[in-house]
């Protein structure tokens, strides 16, 4: 239909194509010695020798539906792929998953050329979405049943629940019903299917289609054109005459990139003129032989060059859209997403290079759009199961019913974690600040997930190790998840996954405080700066010099010898700080004097007054040490909670061993303050914020904190490396602490905590008044009296 069509268009055509059938499987090397091109083959499997043949021969090999793409990597210029291969839909497979927030997707591929073809670049477009892949499962192309069944049922005993099936569709067909016959296609499981499957659909048997109600499939996008129309129509009233017992053929997209391909080749001969209007001959590489089929006889095409570099500048609109090669590759990025539901599939959405997840069909060219994979650009989806409800791609395997949650016994503070054996019952009871907030944060996951807490701890109950070793186990299996004070650290992030921290950051050091107000005898002098008194002291000196020059002349107490004259100023200057002052003062001028420098004592009397009860009579704590210099300079002894990583921070700052010393329990942490460094005690205790402030807590008079001295981010759970859980976990995390859930559950384990002024650091300190205070003052008064004089 391609070649009539061609010539029915081009009436002025001088050449013409004979087509000529030939079973690739017995007579291929024949067929490619004796033909200026090949339309073929139909499979990837078979398309290698061919294409290598074609090679040898100079004869282009035009391949319809041959797209594993493992074929490009044959070096071959005369092989042109007129399918879209299938790494070109993996962007568009990694953007769904990306869109529903999928961490894990399994692949099950046939395990051929075909099927493996596509694994490294679908790996690859998973891992740029941040979707790992765990496992693959590759089915023979000759599986059998019970194969089939064993694979499915080993998939089940995983927690991953999206699957992305590769295969042809005869063997997708049976892998369905036997993942429906086991239980696979009900709510909870996510099916993806590629291209390879969707775009044949249309011809897939009904009772196949029942049993893929609520898959996903990625198909090439065919513009509905009139030609196509038009065609369609055409074909099936063909088809029909040709074939009268089969009923409601419908024609896939192969179909068309077949037609689109032959309509190629015919245009590039025409354009080329190698045909029946020029010599066709081959070139033999070895006379003396005469077999046909022997490959040492084979031929070269004396016009395959040209017909080469005339495919390669072929462009027209076919009818699967528009069509060209860039290096023998078809240029159709465009591809649709469909919803298997009812008798067929359903048209959910597009996706394309450009603008990602769209839905409506637009020109690929289109560069004015982002890039989305918002779940919002798809249509309504009715998943496996009748579902509406997104899956969350994962589940507790049918061996694993529930999640092991390791918690620490007797580590750090009992308000944390607390693990206590009731004796009438012998169960194990667990509780503790970190345990509501784990139990808060996972009833606000949007699923249900069941877990048991499981002690770290000997037989005899006591404590089997560190918080590294805690975080040992998710990392080797033991546990599935980590509900405990773990700080998120660098070297643990290797080996497991982190939420989102749920309390503040940091590392702080408490020591003991001390009242400075009783070990100062010249407290008195601590209200006003240095500079402030040795400038009060001149401005008296200044004072009582100009009362006596505007006084001694009219004034008899301003008289007589000089020592007498100069003992009055200064005498009346500074009773002025007490209104004390008992000469008169005659002149209008001394009095102004005298009423401005009454008004700057007046306030700087008050303020010292003030300044001063408030250091004697406001206990002043000071601390002891105020960093960690001061501890390493002058050799003290510091303490840290034992088992924590505060530990190789304290000898990486430079602390000898012999100077670290480790304590269980808040009370060992008091006893060791209480004692001092020089009494075989510690000077300061250093550790996380929370834990610090719990301390604090209960010491509210004798501790202050210094810090934070290290930057940490914050205590997190603890989940295998790759768990699914952990975005939903983090984004419950968030919607916990930002309610009034997360008060009540500081107020239920930490008291009081919050009305300890000690907690604060920096603490309160009486500052000294300085002259900044009063140069206003001083400098009016400074500068009126010159004047009067």
Same mark, same amino acid.
């Given at each position: 239909m391609?070649?009539s069509?061609?010539?029915?268009s081009h009436?002025?055509?001088?050449t013409?194509?004979?087509?000529?059938?030939?079973?690739?499987r017995e007579?291929?090397?024949?067929a490619?010695?004796?033909?200026q091109?090949?339309?073929g083959?139909?499979s990837?499997?078979?398309a290698?020798?061919?294409?290598?043949?074609?090679?040898?021969?100079?004869?282009?090999?035009?391949s319809f539906?041959?797209?594993?793409?493992?074929?490009?990597?044959?070096?071959?210029?005369?092989?042109f792929r007129?399918?879209?291969?299938?790494?070109?839909?993996v962007?568009a497979?990694?953007?769904?998953v990306?869109?529903?927030?999928?961490?894990?997707?399994v692949?099950?591929?046939?395990?051929?050329?075909?099927?493996?073809?596509?694994?490294?670049s679908?790996?690859?477009?998973?891992?740029?979405?941040q979707a790992?892949?765990?496992?693959r499962?590759?089915?023979?192309?000759?599986?059998?049943?019970?194969?089939?069944?064993?694979a499915?049922?080993?998939?089940?005993?995983?927690?991953?629940r999206?699957?992305i099936?590769?295969?042809?569709?005869?063997?997708?067909?049976?892998?369905?019903?036997?993942?429906?016959?086991?239980?696979?296609?009900?709510?909870?499981?996510?099916?993806?299917?590629?291209?390879g499957?969707?775009?044949?659909?249309?011809?897939t048997?009904?009772s196949?289609?029942?049993?893929m109600?609520g898959?996903?499939?990625v198909r090439?996008?065919?513009p509905?054109?009139?030609?196509?129309?038009?065609?369609?129509?055409?074909?099936?009233?063909q088809?029909?005459?040709?074939?009268p017992?089969?009923?409601?053929?419908e024609?896939?997209?192969?179909?068309?990139?077949?037609?689109d391909?032959?309509?190629?080749l015919?245009?590039?001969?025409?354009?080329?003129g190698t045909g029946?209007?020029?010599?066709s001959?081959?070139?033999?590489?070895?006379?003396s032989?005469?077999?046909s089929?022997?490959l040492?006889t084979?031929?070269?095409?004396?016009?395959?060059?040209?017909?080469?570099?005339?495919?390669?500048?072929?462009?027209?609109?076919?009818?699967?859209?528009d069509?060209?090669?860039?290096?023998?590759?078809?240029?159709?990025?465009?591809?649709?997403?469909?919803?298997?539901?009812?008798?067929?599939?359903?048209?959910?959405?597009?996706?394309?290079?450009?603008?990602?997840?769209?839905?409506?069909?637009?020109?690929?060219?289109?560069?004015?759009?982002?890039?989305?994979?918002?779940?919002?650009?798809?249509?309504?989806?009715?998943?496996?199961?009748?579902?509406?409800s997104?899956?969350?791609?994962?589940?507790?395997?049918?061996?694993?019913?529930?999640?092991?949650?390791?918690?620490?016994v007797?580590?750090?503070?009992?308000?944390?974690?607390?693990?206590?054996?009731?004796?009438?019952?012998?169960?194990?009871?667990?509780?503790?600040y970190?345990?509501?907030?784990f139990?808060?944060?996972m009833e606000?996951?949007?699923y249900a997930?069941t877990?048991?807490f499981?002690?770290?701890?000997?037989?005899?109950g006591?404590?089997?190790?560190?918080?590294?070793?805690?975080v040992?186990?998710?990392?080797?299996?033991?546990?599935?998840?980590?509900?405990?004070a773990?700080?998120?650290?660098?070297? *643990?992030?290797?080996?497991?996954?982190?939420t989102?921290?749920?309390?503040?950051?940091?590392?702080?050091m408490?020591?003991?405080?001390?009242?400075?107000?009783s070990?100062?005898a010249?407290?008195f002098l601590?209200?006003?700066?240095w500079?402030?008194?040795?400038?009060?002291?001149?401005?008296?000196?200044?004072?009582?010099?100009?009362?006596w020059?505007?006084?001694?002349?009219?004034?008899?107490?301003? *008289?007589?010898?000089?020592?007498n004259?100069?003992?009055?100023?200064?005498?009346?200057?500074?009773?002025?700080m007490?209104?004390?002052?008992?000469?008169?003062?005659?002149?209008?001028?001394?009095?102004?004097?005298?009423?401005?420098?009454?008004?700057?004592?007046?306030?700087?009397t008050?303020?010292?007054?003030?300044?001063?009860?408030?250091?004697?009579t406001?206990?002043?704590?000071?601390?002891?040490?105020?960093?960690?210099?001061?501890l390493?300079?002058?050799?003290?002894?510091?303490?840290?909670?034992?088992g924590?990583?505060?530990?190789?921070?304290?000898?990486?700052?430079?602390?000898?061993?012999?100077?670290?010393?480790?304590?269980?329990?808040?009370?060992?942490?008091?006893?060791?303050?209480?004692?001092?460094?020089?009494?075989?005690?510690?000077?300061a205790?250093?550790?996380?914020?929370?834990?610090?402030?719990?301390f604090?807590?209960?010491y509210?008079?004798?501790?202050?904190i210094?810090?934070?001295?290290?930057?940490?981010d914050?205590?997190?759970f603890v989940f295998?490396?790759?768990?699914?859980?952990v975005?939903?976990?983090?984004?419950?995390?968030?919607?916990?602490?930002?309610?009034?859930e997360?008060?009540?559950?500081?107020?239920?384990?930490?008291?009081k905590?919050a009305?300890?002024?000690?907690?604060?650091?920096p603490?309160?300190?009486?500052?000294?008044?300085?002259?900044?205070?009063?140069?206003g003052?001083?400098?009016?008064a400074?500068?009126?009296?010159?004047?009067?004089?």
């Amino acid at each position: 239909m391609a070649l009539s069509d061609f010539y029915a268009s081009h009436g002025s055509s001088t050449t013409r194509l004979a087509l000529s059938i030939r079973d690739p499987r017995e007579d291929v090397v024949d067929a490619a010695a004796a033909v200026q091109a090949i339309i073929g083959p139909t499979s990837s499997m078979q398309a290698n020798f061919v294409i290598d043949l074609g090679d040898k021969a100079k004869v282009p090999i035009i391949s319809f539906s041959a797209t594993s793409p493992s074929l490009t990597s044959i070096r071959s210029s005369y092989f042109f792929r007129a399918a879209q291969k299938d790494s070109s839909q993996v962007k568009a497979i990694s953007a769904i998953v990306q869109a529903f927030g999928w961490r894990r997707a399994v692949p099950i591929y046939v395990d051929n050329g075909f099927g493996e073809g596509v694994l490294p670049s679908l790996v690859d477009a998973l891992l740029d979405v941040q979707a790992s892949v765990p496992n693959r499962c590759a089915i023979h192309p000759m599986a059998t049943d019970d194969q089939l069944t064993a694979a499915l049922y080993k998939l089940m005993t995983t927690q991953t629940r999206v699957f992305i099936v590769h295969m042809s569709p005869s063997l997708g067909a049976r892998l369905f019903a036997k993942a429906q016959e086991i239980g696979m296609m009900k709510e909870g499981y996510v099916w993806i299917m590629t291209n390879g499957l969707t775009n044949l659909l249309s011809s897939t048997d009904a009772s196949v289609i029942k049993s893929m109600q609520g898959v996903l499939g990625v198909r090439t996008s065919v513009p509905k054109t009139e030609e196509l129309i038009d065609f369609r129509v055409r074909w099936k009233t063909q088809f029909q005459q040709q074939n009268p017992t089969i009923i409601d053929v419908e024609l896939h997209v192969f179909a068309l990139w077949a037609y689109d391909a032959a309509f190629a080749l015919a245009m590039a001969v025409e354009n080329d003129g190698t045909g029946t209007g020029r010599n066709s001959s081959f070139q033999n590489t070895n006379a003396s032989i005469n077999s046909s089929t022997d490959l040492l006889t084979f031929g070269v095409s004396e016009n395959g060059p040209k017909l080469f570099q005339s495919l390669s500048n072929t462009k027209f609109k076919g009818l699967a859209g528009d069509f060209s090669f860039v290096n023998g590759q078809l240029q159709s990025p465009v591809f649709e997403i469909v919803n298997v539901n009812g008798n067929g599939a359903r048209e959910i959405g597009f996706w394309t290079p450009e603008s990602g997840l769209l839905k409506k069909s637009m020109n690929s060219t289109n560069t004015n759009r982002t890039y989305s994979t918002s779940k919002s650009n798809m249509g309504p989806i009715i998943w496996p199961g009748d579902s509406t409800s997104v899956p969350k791609g994962w589940e507790i395997p049918t061996d694993e019913k529930k999640l092991r949650v390791g918690v620490p016994v007797k580590i750090g503070s009992p308000e944390f974690v607390k693990v206590v054996r009731d004796p009438s019952t012998n169960k194990t009871l667990v509780s503790g600040y970190c345990i509501d907030i784990f139990n808060a944060v996972m009833e606000k996951l949007p699923y249900a997930v069941t877990y048991d807490f499981i002690p770290f701890a000997k037989p005899d109950g006591t404590s089997a190790g560190t918080y590294n070793q805690l975080v040992d186990q998710v990392y080797l299996g033991n546990f599935d998840a980590l509900a405990a004070a773990t700080t998120i650290r660098e070297n *643990r992030s290797l080996y497991v996954d982190f939420t989102l921290p749920y309390t503040e950051s940091g590392v702080v050091m408490v020591v003991p405080t001390k009242d400075s107000k009783s070990q100062n005898a010249w407290v008195f002098l601590k209200p006003l700066t240095w500079d402030l008194w040795l400038t009060s002291s001149c401005f008296f000196i200044f004072i009582g010099f100009v009362i006596w020059v505007l006084e001694h002349r009219i004034n008899e107490d301003f *008289r007589g010898p000089l020592s007498n004259q100069v003992g009055t100023g200064l005498w009346f200057s500074f009773s002025t700080m007490v209104f004390a002052h008992r000469e008169a003062v005659v002149s209008n001028l001394a009095r102004f004097v005298v009423i401005v420098w009454v008004f700057v004592v007046l306030i700087l009397t008050q303020s010292y007054t003030a300044s001063l009860t408030s250091l004697l009579t406001i206990q002043e704590l000071q601390p002891t040490f105020t960093d960690l210099n001061q501890l390493l300079k002058n050799k003290e002894s510091v303490g840290y909670p034992k088992g924590s990583f505060v530990y190789q921070l304290l000898l990486k700052q430079g602390f000898d061993d012999l100077k670290i010393k480790a304590y269980q329990s808040p009370e060992e942490c008091d006893d060791l303050l209480t004692k001092g460094s020089a009494k075989g005690g510690i000077a300061a205790a250093v550790d996380e914020t929370p834990n610090l402030r719990l301390f604090i807590a209960k010491y509210c008079s004798k501790y202050t904190i210094i810090g934070p001295i290290f930057k940490t981010d914050g205590f997190a759970f603890v989940f295998p490396k790759g768990s699914a859980l952990v975005p939903d976990v983090s984004r419950a995390i968030l919607n916990t602490t930002d309610g009034d859930e997360m008060k009540e559950i500081e107020n239920k384990w930490f008291g009081k905590q919050a009305t300890c002024e000690n907690t604060k650091s920096p603490f309160s300190d009486s500052k000294s008044l300085g002259l900044n205070s009063f140069w206003g003052l001083l400098l009016i008064a400074g500068w009126l009296h010159p004047q009067l004089l």
